[in-house]
Nanobody, 121 residues
Framework: QVQLVESGGGLVQPGGSLRLSCAAS????????MRWHRQAPGKQRDLVAT???????NYADSVKGRFTISRDNAKNTVYLQMNSLKAEDTAVYYC???????????????WGQGTQVTVSS
């Protein structure tokens, strides 16, 4: 099996920063594209940032210039550095990853359980 575990969420004041982490574990051969998503109460889940296996990053317009996605391939971990946080960034943040398991052909998407980020004074 493959598990993704997020950490780093919490309560922060507007203008503050948080760093989220998401580690993939299990019988893994390779991890390709990794993504961060978020879902605010009563809203759909939106894609926030993407990073390919080669390190190419893309961002939603709403977070460009404030959030930075990065990864450590040796640790199968993706990070989301969030700066200049706003109240509208409040949401549950989820990571996902395209993972190739040992003994199984092809990449499959796995999801973490989510971590709450609340931006409030």
């Amino acid at each position: 099996q493959v598990q993704l575990v997020e950490s780093g969420g919490g309560l922060v004041q507007p203008g503050g920063s948080l760093r989220l982490s998401c580690a993939a574990s299990g019988i893994i051969r390779n991890v390709d594209t990794m993504r961060w998503h978020r879902q605010a109460p009563g809203k759909q889940r939106d894609l926030v940032a993407t990073i390919t296996g080669g390190g190419t990053a893309n961002y939603a317009d709403s977070v460009k210039g404030r959030f930075t996605i990065s990864r450590d391939n040796a640790k199968n971990t993706v990070y989301l550095q969030m700066n200049s946080l706003k109240a509208e960034d409040t949401a549950v943040y989820y990571c996902s990853a395209a993972v190739e398991r040992v003994g199984r052909i092809g990449y499959f998407d796995y999801w973490g359980q989510g971590t709450q980020v609340t931006v409030s004074s």
